[in-house]
């Protein structure tokens, strides 16, 4: 089945209260427009368009990142969602086959509820819940799963206002028939809108058939408010631990791990209480992260073990098996097999080969206040305490550092670098000072007294 998605995201959403647009407020994340965006591409459409109206440069450039292969169209007046629609058209121009219109708004929809919409026969079919409390969604007017028209709220007489089934504005329907409807449509009800739902009364009207396909109203969910994009954090958050569990994760304490919409893990991975996933983390199975670490952007590799309280930032690549302990920050680094980084310390912009140990409080300088540099240390190394190694510098395999150098110099493969001032001992100068002080301080008391 050839398929073309369109998302809607012009509207305003006024009551978020936000210099933001609305689709571009975060869950697990990621933009909600990139939500709609994932379960839509999980249809493998031939075409997507993305129509935007407020904060439209801004959303076009969010959509461009997200999903580089959507095109993306100006609603310059939101004159309602059949308005949108149309402004869409012109970007399906020579498709044939079925149209899905989403909200860009609407975070929850599974992938498999629009598949079922996709393969419904219907010419145009609708994807409708039962609400718990229908407040102002626009009525299903159906006999069965066969869908008469579809009524707004404003638009509904008090019978119609009865009914429970509800639009929740996902639609799908073959593309010229869509095009030919939502040309039609006029604006004349209660809102002076040029409303999609109208298209189901004027395909019956050209004996076209239209249906109903159901779900589940938390699929619907919107967002409108800060207090819905919180609960729909806390939804999308349980839905992530849940599916991580299913997939053979073991978490300590599901509530307090917090998924990105894009986090992979792996089987047999334990996750520690407090636990926070960004953007882009993937992790391969039997890894182990341990308490309050925060990660991003970063891939771990089979076995690894890190934290507690690590920080683990973009470009962070770590090999089999390598240990990362308490009170480390990783950015931009490669960490080869084995590699060992046990407390305080941080890897910014490094290359470190298999098996190194790098010691307590090292530090890679590697901004010079307008350019950063690289570091890199061979395999099997070892990295002395409290050693700042000041890029760009190379330290070679099997080498070591003395604790407390600062390493301005490529150091050759097994050689020692001392790079500190030589210690000095000076017999008997401690007891003399101490002495000298205690004397002083038995002196004052005295003349306090
Ligand atoms: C719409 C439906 C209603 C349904 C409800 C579900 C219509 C006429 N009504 O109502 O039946 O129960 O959604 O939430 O379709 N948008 C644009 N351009 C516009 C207007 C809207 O892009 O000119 C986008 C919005 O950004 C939003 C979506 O379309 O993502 C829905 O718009 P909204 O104003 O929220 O529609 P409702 O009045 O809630
Ligand atoms: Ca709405």
Redesign the pocket.
Known sequence: MTIALIV????QGTRMNSDLPKVLHQIGAAPLVAHALAAGRSLEPERVVV?T?HGAEQVGKAVAKIDPEAQIVL?EE????G??VQQALPALEGFAGRVLVL???TPFIRPETLEGLAESTADVTVLGFEAADPGR??RLVAKGAALER?V?FKDATEDERKITL????VIACDAALLADLVNGLRNENASG?Y???DIIEAARAIGKSAEVVTCDEAE?L?INTRAELAQAEALFQSRMRAEAMENGVTMIDPSTVYFALDTYIGRDVVIGPNVVFGPAVTIESSARIEAFCHLEGCHISRGATIGPFARLRPGAELSEDVHIGNFVEVKNAILGEGVKVGHLTYLGDADIGEHTNIGAGTVTCNYDGVFKHRTTIGANAFIGSDTMLVAPVTVGAGALTASGSVITEDVPPEAVALGRAKQVNKPGLAKKLFDKLRAEKARRMKKDQ
């Open positions: 809607l995201a012009a509207g129509v109206g609603q939101q004159l309602g969602t308005h949108a909200y860009g708004d969604y626009g579809i707004e509800c639009n929740s504005g809108e409303y999609l739902t619907t919107g």
